[in-house]
């Protein structure tokens, strides 16, 4: 049994609070009793859109304050240059995780978009095998998204495939029997992958019952589905049946009222992106309109080269910032609740991102007693407004403690740092 003993105050979900202690079965029948007095606590975080390969690739000379058409080489040249191993992905994907772990994320949806062109099936399988262990020997949650950008159709559908049998044989709906890990599959966007690519990777979740995602209506997005097509990329994805109710669609930063009613008559959910979405200069999704039509929105990071971090807290307070710049402010419960059960619901998984009924066990414990909240009135909405690298002292996943005094519990960070830098130091220079 955990037991989080005199919290300040508990965040059940977005509009349930409590206070005093809570317990979560751990499957052990021993009594492991985390202090939490003058402390938040609140479900684990959920990033609803992460590229975990770029979190070994930030900051890169030609990546900063470019348009896509230059940005997009640039990093595939990195990953070129590197290697498409599975050594360069496990070492990549832990430190993003470590990262996500150590900001509160205990769980990653992990967009998976650059792989080895036309190398066998099982080469593919392995790379995922790779990213999935890695993030699992960390003790967080994976949502790996098998995605493709210009792959052939046929050669993605046949690896995602291959993917989610290998990964979670006797799942149920692309999840793990433990729930640790779960497969989902998601062409990049209209930008760069042909119908019969949806179709092809489409088949594959229809088969296995998996959950689709793509990207939509970045400012650059809409205007390549314009010029090649003729159409906005949402009447694209509409006449290949890539919006229903299993479908989740990032960024939507350019989008029209009457696009947003067809999202909602859908029932596909969004994820807002602001970390990547404002620095790429692709705007603000209307956050507040998506909501009040009744479309589901989660909140997601974008990878280390549009981001450069992983830390969902700190995206949630940017989404407050910048809300008022596209309608009316975002309250903090509505963005907490959107790094939580909306990035969830996006998933398909109504356990995480929650403490109560039927909760899986995911949380953080949030030291709210230091000088950067000295003063603040409501200390939930004070995760957001105050203390902006604000990290979480204790975090669980599934009854787990994997940081227990802001330090990872399974891992040294700076073991995986120097495994990073070893592997990079392998790589021919840049020119």
Request: net charge negative; aromatic share 4%.
């Amino acid at each position: 049994m955990l037991t989080i003993r005199d919290a300040e105050r508990i965040l059940v979900d977005s509009s349930t609070e409590d206070s005093g202690d809570l317990a979560l079965d751990d499957g052990s029948p021993h009594e492991t009793v985390l202090d939490a007095s003058g402390c938040v606590v609140t479900p684990g975080l959920v990033n609803a859109h992460h590229h975990l390969l770029q979190s070994a690739f930030r900051t890169l000379p030609g990546t900063r304050g470019v348009p896509m058409a230059e940005w997009l080489p640039a990093m595939a040249a990195a990953y070129g240059r590197v290697g498409h191993d599975p050594e360069s992905y496990a070492v990549a994907a832990s430190v993003g995780a470590a990262e996500s772990l150590l900001c509160g994320v205990t769980t990653i949806a992990d967009h998976h978009l650059n792989w080895p062109h036309g190398a066998p099936i099982a080469d593919t399988v392995a790379l995922a095998r790779a990213t999935a262990e890695a993030v699992r020997s960390l003790g967080a949650r994976l949502v790996f998204v098998r995605g493709s950008a210009r792959d052939d159709p046929e050669w993605a559908g046949e690896s995602a495939e291959a993917i989610v049998t290998a990964l979670v044989p006797g799942g149920t709906g692309g999840v793990s029997p433990d729930g640790l890990l779960q497969v989902a599959v998601g062409p990049a966007g209209v930008h760069s992958d042909a119908r019969e690519t949806f179709a092809a990777l489409g088949a594959v979740a229809a088969r296995h019952a998996l959950r689709r995602r793509t990207q939509a209506n970045e400012q650059v997005d809409t205007a390549i589905a314009v010029a090649r097509y003729g159409r906005r990329p949402l009447q694209l994805l509409d006449e290949w049946g890539w919006l229903a109710p299993d479908v989740t669609v990032a960024h939507l930063c350019d989008v029209t009222p009457g696009e947003i009613r067809l999202l909602a008559r859908a029932g596909v959910t969004a994820t807002h992106a602001p970390g990547c979405d404002v620095p790429m200069g692709w705007g603000v999704a209307p956050v507040a309109a998506l909501i009040e039509a009744g479309v589901v929105v989660g909140l997601g990071t974008s990878g280390g080269g549009s981001n450069d971090a992983g830390h969902l807290l700190a995206d949630a307070r940017l989404a407050l910032q910048v809300s008022g710049l596209v309608g009316p402010q975002l309250p903090a419960r509505t963005v907490l609740g959107m790094a939580t059960a909306g990035s969830a619901a996006g998933l398909g998984r109504p356990e995480l991102g929650q403490l109560g009924a039927g909760s899986a066990g995911d949380l953080c414990v949030w030291d709210v007693s230091g000088v950067a909240d000295a003063g603040v009135h409501d200390p939930v909405a004070g995760l957001l407004w105050a203390s902006p690298g604000r990290r979480p002292k204790h975090v669980v996943v599934g009854g787990r403690v994997v940081v227990r005094d802001y330090r990872l519990v399974a891992a040294d960070e700076a073991e995986l740092v120097a495994r990073l830098r070893e592997r990079l130091s392998r790589t021919p220079p840049m020119g």
